[in-house]
């Protein structure tokens, strides 16, 4: 693809898309893909609401923020307060974040026990779709009631892949989940693509695995692909995104690829 000044150019400007970057692996580049996606989208002027519904609050710390941000995503899960209200500004000029918290594990046994909970996260952002370009949804590494309330409100799914032995392991059970959300509760939703992560082109074993991945999963795989890189598994020690602790490296170039294959496919 060629190079252009805008890293999104290709996007239009109306309402909101909604991604859920999701993978029950956990380690597979989710929280990094999600955090670094909203970051470059931002970047690109667009209005970006990353939300964070994993437990581990890895983005919302990743982003700058504390896992003792209050109020949180798990107040808007539980009824008690105003999506808008627990919506904080990032350090980054367009991206906000709805943060999680540690309790929000709470949400995995009290949602299924609320009839109609899957759409509480779908109900609480339509509102919100004329105020971002982009909403983002960094998924817990499980096929739960958190990633299910994040499909429904969703879109897309973007699911990071790792180019590792056993990268497709799982993948059927993902596909099937989203098939099943499809049908039963968010017709809209579909598949933007598999993301390749933590790459290492030195070794055969990636490259058999990328060939394997593209092989099965013919046209659904983004060209990007994200190199293992040092740069961006130091980044959230720093609190930012790999754009903004190094925006030469090779992890945030290729994030910017990313994010304008996503912005094109939309
Ligand atoms: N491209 C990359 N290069 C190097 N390290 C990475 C890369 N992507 C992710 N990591 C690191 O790998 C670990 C798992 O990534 P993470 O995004 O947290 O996965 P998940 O959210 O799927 O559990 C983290 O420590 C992260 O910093
Ligand atoms: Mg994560």
């Given at each position: 693809m060629e190079e252009t000044p805008n890293p999104v150019s290709g996007a239009t400007p109306e309402r909101a898309t909604i991604f859920a970057v999701a993978n029950q692996k956990g380690g597979v580049g989710k929280t990094t893909t999600a955090v670094n996606l909203a970051a470059c989208v931002a970047e690109a002027g667009y209005a970006t609401l990353l939300v964070d519904i994993d437990p581990q609050a890895n983005a919302t710390v990743g982003l700058g923020l504390t896992k003792q941000e209050d109020p949180n995503v798990y107040d808007v899960l539980s009824g008690?307060?105003?999506?808008?209200?627990?919506?904080k500004a990032s350090a980054i000029p367009n991206l906000s974040v709805l943060p999680s918290t540690p309790e929000l594990a709470g949400a995995n046994v009290e949602l299924p026990r609320v009839a109609g909970s899957e759409t509480i996260l779908h109900d609480a952002l339509e509102p919100l779709r004329d105020e971002y370009r982009f909403i983002i949804f960094d998924c817990p590494p499980s096929l739960g009631p958190l990633t299910v309330n994040a499909m429904v409100a969703a879109d897309r799914v973007i699911v990071p892949v790792q180019t590792e032995y056993f990268a497709l392991?799982?993948?059927?059970?993902l596909l099937d989940t989203v098939g099943l959300i499809q049908r039963e509760l968010n017709p809209r939703l579909?598949?933007?693509g598999l993301v390749l992560t933590m790459h290492d082109g030195r070794t055969r074993l990636a490259e058999d695995v990328e060939a394997e991945v593209r092989k099965h999963f013919p046209g659904l795989i983004f060209d990007a692909v994200i190199p293992r890189n040092v740069r961006v598994a130091e980044a959230p020690s720093f609190g930012v995104p790999v754009i903004h602790h190094d925006p030469h490296c090779a992890g945030s170039g290729a994030y910017f690829e990313l994010a304008k294959e996503v912005a094109l496919r939309g």
């Amino acid at each position: 693809m060629e190079e252009t000044p805008n890293p999104v150019s290709g996007a239009t400007p109306e309402r909101a898309t909604i991604f859920a970057v999701a993978n029950q692996k956990g380690g597979v580049g989710k929280t990094t893909t999600a955090v670094n996606l909203a970051a470059c989208v931002a970047e690109a002027g667009y209005a970006t609401l990353l939300v964070d519904i994993d437990p581990q609050a890895n983005a919302t710390v990743g982003l700058g923020l504390t896992k003792q941000e209050d109020p949180n995503v798990y107040d808007v899960l539980s009824g008690d307060v105003e999506i808008k209200a627990a919506i904080k500004a990032s350090a980054i000029p367009n991206l906000s974040v709805l943060p999680s918290t540690p309790e929000l594990a709470g949400a995995n046994v009290e949602l299924p026990r609320v009839a109609g909970s899957e759409t509480i996260l779908h109900d609480a952002l339509e509102p919100l779709r004329d105020e971002y370009r982009f909403i983002i949804f960094d998924c817990p590494p499980s096929l739960g009631p958190l990633t299910v309330n994040a499909m429904v409100a969703a879109d897309r799914v973007i699911v990071p892949v790792q180019t590792e032995y056993f990268a497709l392991e799982g993948l059927a059970d993902l596909l099937d989940t989203v098939g099943l959300i499809q049908r039963e509760l968010n017709p809209r939703l579909s598949i933007a693509g598999l993301v390749l992560t933590m790459h290492d082109g030195r070794t055969r074993l990636a490259e058999d695995v990328e060939a394997e991945v593209r092989k099965h999963f013919p046209g659904l795989i983004f060209d990007a692909v994200i190199p293992r890189n040092v740069r961006v598994a130091e980044a959230p020690s720093f609190g930012v995104p790999v754009i903004h602790h190094d925006p030469h490296c090779a992890g945030s170039g290729a994030y910017f690829e990313l994010a304008k294959e996503v912005a094109l496919r939309g």
